[in-house]
Every structure is written in structure tokens, then in C-alpha cells.
């Protein structure tokens, strides 16, 4: 028997992860516990950038972004551009057992989940809402660049039997134009899970991520025997010395890598948290901070 762990994109993801980290304890499945912990934060409407709550696009809607992926089939089920669906990951879980037609984006999307009976609700909260006027009058009056708020929830789970599940959930950039999709449902670039390797998941600008396939890359260095801690940092250094030689600058990139045995790391090139609970250590949440040419990760 393995021992269980967890790792999530930013300190939203705390809740979701202690929650499922009782499950994955009790000898619970990685798949139920991902989904769990995503569901999690995509219904709390404290957090502007997933689910119930994330910030709309330039014409006031809410379109979200999900991805599953089972490391041990390989199969994936993913959705992009979804309105009025309550909890993209359930859905995107769904997709992920279907043999052809598992990655549905808009109208298709919502249709499918109709039909299986996913909840329907109206996720542009007052809150949110709030925010796009303003943000609206600040584009007119100030000049100010509309995109902001680009955070992904992103979820590797190892449970006892040593399955991974990774998982990501998104409302994408704020103000972005209407049917935009980043890199979080997209497979090879938002998330990869291996389970006889390991998993990966990114957060940042989607935009950017998706020129470097970055979390393939990463379980692909994991196969040929690197460790987490020898891959995120200078995957992320790579290609953000890359994009700069290109186009001048390398907009926000986050990893987090966890392997087949629970080792984990991060990598970043702007100020990053995340939440990582293993069994037998606890749950804990932590800074990772940018110093020159160094990245300093401390507890919080």
C-alpha cells in the first residue's frame, strides 16, 4: 500500500483538500477525493477565478473551464466555455469515462450535462457582478487593460492503492472575449497524470502555458527518472527564458509536480501559493515568493 497525498494551485484549495484528504485516509478512491476538493472551491463564491463567483467575461457571463484526467486509464473528459453548469469538474469526470466525444466546449457542453442531470445554476454572483461594473468603467475612464484574475484550480491526488487523478477547474481570464480557453482543460498543457510516473498541473496565463506543454513535459522528465524538485523550477526558468527571447516577456507560469510516491515540488516565476497534505504529515499551506534568480518557498 501507498501512502496517500495531495497537491493544489493556491491556498483556495484548502478546504477542498483537507476535506478530501479524510477520504483518501479512510482508503478512498483519488478520483472521488479530486473531485471533492475541486467541487469545493468552485462553490464558494469567495474565489473570483473558479466556479460560483469567478469573474465574467466582456459581455457579463461566466464561461468555465474544466479538466479531469484517471492515471491510470489515461482517459480524460474536459469542458471549456460552460454557462450555467454548476460544477464543471463532475461533469468533466463524466466525459473522462466516455470512449469518443470527451472533451465538449459551449452549447454541446451544457447540452450533455442537461442530459445527465448535472445542476444548472446561475454562477455570475452579486459579488462578481460588482466587480465587472466596475472593472467596466475603470477599462473607459482609466485606459486600464481589462485582463486580470487568471488563477486555475488545479488537483493531484495519489490515494492508497497508488491511482492518480489530476483535475483543474477555471473561470478563465476576467474580461476575457467570449468562448476564450487557456490551458487548463487542455490536456498535455493544464494537467497530465501518469500514475506508473506521476502528475502535473499549471496555473498562470493560459496563453503562454500552452506554447510549452508544460505539464507533459514535466511527467515526460519524471519518466526518464528526474525528481519533482529536479524538474518544476527549471522547466519554468526554461520557459520563461524561452517566451522572453521570443516575444519579449513570459506572462505568470506556475507548476506543481508530484510523482508516483507522493514526492512533490513547485516551480514559478511570480509569487505562488499552494496546499500539500500527505498522509502521516498533515495538511500545510505555502508561499512561494520570487528573489532575483532564486525561489524561496516558506509554511504559512
Given amino acids: 500500500?501507498?501512502?496517500?497525498?495531495?497537491?493544489?494551485?493556491?491556498?483556495?484549495?484548502?478546504?477542498?483538500?483537507?476535506?478530501?484528504?479524510?477520504?483518501?485516509?479512510?482508503?478512498?478512491?483519488?478520483?472521488d477525493a479530486v473531485e471533492l476538493a475541486i467541487r469545493?472551491?468552485?462553490?464558494?463564491?469567495?474565489?473570483?477565478?473558479?466556479?460560483?463567483?469567478?469573474?465574467?467575461?466582456?459581455?457579463g457571463e461566466v464561461e468555465l473551464d474544466a479538466a479531469y484526467m484517471n492515471g491510470k486509464t489515461l482517459g480524460i473528459g474536459a469542458v471549456a466555455a460552460v454557462k450555467d453548469c454548476k460544477n464543471p469538474i463532475s461533469i468533466a469526470r463524466d466525459l473522462s469515462n466516455e470512449k469518443f466525444n470527451c472533451f465538449l466546449v459551449g452549447e454541446g457542453a451544457e447540452r450533455f450535462a442537461s442530459l445527465k442531470?448535472?445542476?444548472?445554476?446561475?454562477?455570475?454572483?452579486?459579488?462578481?457582478?460588482?466587480?465587472?461594473?466596475k472593472r467596466k468603467k475603470?477599462?473607459?475612464?482609466?485606459?486600464?487593460?481589462?485582463?486580470?484574475?487568471?488563477?486555475?484550480?488545479g488537483i493531484i491526488g495519489l490515494d492508497k492503492n497508488g491511482h492518480m487523478?489530476?483535475?483543474?477547474?477555471t473561470s478563465g481570464l476576467f474580461m476575457k472575449k467570449p468562448g476564450r480557453v487557456?490551458?487548463?482543460?487542455?490536456?498535455g498543457s493544464g494537467f497530465y497524470v501518469d500514475e506508473k510516473i506521476g502528475g502535473a498541473s499549471c496555473t498562470g496565463l493560459g496563453e503562454d502555458i500552452m506554447k510549452g506543454c508544460l505539464s507533459y513535459e514535466a511527467v515526460r522528465r519524471m519518466e526518464e527518472g528526474l525528481s519533482?524538485?529536479?524538474?518544476?523550477?527549471?522547466?519554468?526558468?526554461?520557459?520563461?527564458?524561452?517566451?522572453?527571447?521570443?516575444?519579449g516577456k513570459a506572462g505568470a507560469i506556475s507548476i506543481i509536480v508530484m510523482d508516483k510516491n507522493g514526492n512533490w515540488a513547485i516551480g514559478t516565476n511570480v509569487e505562488f501559493s499552494f496546499v500539500v497534505a500527505r498522509e502521516l504529515e498533515g495538511i500545510g499551506t505555502y508561499l512561494a515568493s520570487v528573489d532575483g534568480n532564486r525561489v524561496?518557498?516558506?509554511?504559512?
Fill in 182 to 187: 487557456g490551458d487548463s482543460p487542455i490536456i
Fill in 117 to 133: 442531470g448535472f445542476e444548472k445554476k446561475n454562477m455570475l454572483s452579486p459579488e462578481a457582478n460588482d466587480q465587472y461594473e
Fill in 40 to 59: 469545493q472551491v468552485e462553490d464558494c463564491p469567495d474565489f473570483t477565478s473558479v466556479g460560483f463567483g469567478g469573474l465574467p467575461n466582456e459581455l
Fill in 228 to 247: 519533482p524538485k529536479e524538474i518544476a523550477q527549471p522547466l519554468v526558468d526554461e520557459f520563461s527564458k524561452k517566451l522572453e527571447k521570443r516575444q
Fill in 296 to 300: 524561496k518557498i516558506h509554511k504559512i
Fill in 1 to 31: 500500500m501507498k501512502k496517500w497525498a495531495m497537491i493544489g494551485t493556491w491556498k483556495m484549495s484548502y478546504d477542498g483538500i483537507d476535506k478530501a484528504s479524510a477520504v483518501l485516509e479512510e482508503g478512498g478512491s483519488a478520483g
Fill in 138 to 153: 475603470e477599462i473607459i475612464e482609466e485606459n486600464l487593460s481589462p485582463y486580470d484574475g487568471h488563477d486555475t484550480v
Fill in 165 to 169: 487523478v489530476v483535475g483543474t477547474s
